[in-house]
């Protein structure tokens, strides 16, 4: 809102920024055309390389930008992520992570687990959310920006998807170190709308992108532990998720 633009606008100034260009948006467009604005710019621009970087991420280390730059530069890498902490807690969120095809889910490495250095060696990984991703412009080139109708949440589920078909690695950087805010500007991972977002989206997700066979298998296994949590769910957030499970099977990829 005009308030964000405006506070964004004072820090700038105060911290002598130089190179910024603010978009200023006068609705709330979503995470994925939020994203997309970036990215078009950036590539319109000529960057070489993109960060896709969220508002509720930390990190202590002033020179993380330029190592992880410098990182790719050096390994050719087209995709890098750091390894990522809960704010709150202090503990792994994800170190890297991997895609379960047969029930339309994604993995944390890691996730909910003290540091004691298990997960301090490089490599690549199959999955990792774009909450903090340095990424090529000919990934961009060859798969195209994220899905605008995701709004939030699985948008970067999917590019990372299309990116990995279309050959491209993510490079876990465990040395790289950020701490998350999770859903922090959602209301937390069970408020309505991160309810109806979530069901939404993991349906449409699984339609988009998953084979007759693996859509079957999806949907049982999300049909049967959703009778299973209904229960659990209050008045308003069985609302929010009969919503979203009824959106995401009007949506068409």
Not at 14 to 40: C, D, M, P, R, W
Not at 102 to 127: F, L, R
Request: aromatic letters at 16%; one cysteine or more.
């Amino acid at each position: 809102d005009d308030r964000s633009y405006t506070e964004a606008e004072k820090l700038i100034a105060k911290y002598g920024f130089e190179n910024v260009t603010l978009i200023h948006n006068t609705s709330n467009v979503g995470v994925a055309a939020a994203n997309n604005q970036g990215i078009n710019l950036s590539l319109e621009m000529g960057c070489e390389y993109v960060l896709l970087l969220n508002n509720d991420i930390e990190f202590k280390n002033p020179d993380l930008l330029g190592e992880m730059l410098a990182l790719a530069d050096t390994r050719q890498e087209r995709m890098i992520v750091p390894k990522i902490y809960f704010f709150d807690s202090g503990k792994i969120w994800c170190a890297g992570g991997s895609f379960n095809r047969w029930i339309g889910t994604t993995n944390h490495t890691g996730e909910g687990e003290k540091d004691a250095g298990q997960y301090d060696k490089d490599g690549y990984t199959e999955y990792a959310p774009t909450c903090f991703m340095l990424i090529h412009r000919s990934v961009f080139d060859a798969v195209g920006i994220m899905d605008e109708k995701y709004f939030v949440y699985h948008d970067d589920t999917d590019f990372v998807w299309r990116a990995g078909l279309a050959g491209y690695k993510v490079y876990y950087w465990a040395a790289g170190q950020v701490w998350h805010k999770v859903s922090s500007s959602t209301g937390g991972g069970t408020s309505p709308f991160s309810i109806y977002y979530g069901h939404r989206n993991r349906i449409y997700f699984i339609n988009k992108n998953f084979s007759p066979i693996h859509k079957i298998v999806a949907f049982t296994y999300f049909s049967l532990t959703r009778l299973l949590k209904w229960r659990l769910f209050t008045k308003k957030l069985f609302s929010s998720f009969y919503r979203g499970t009824r959106d995401g099977l009007k949506m068409k990829p």
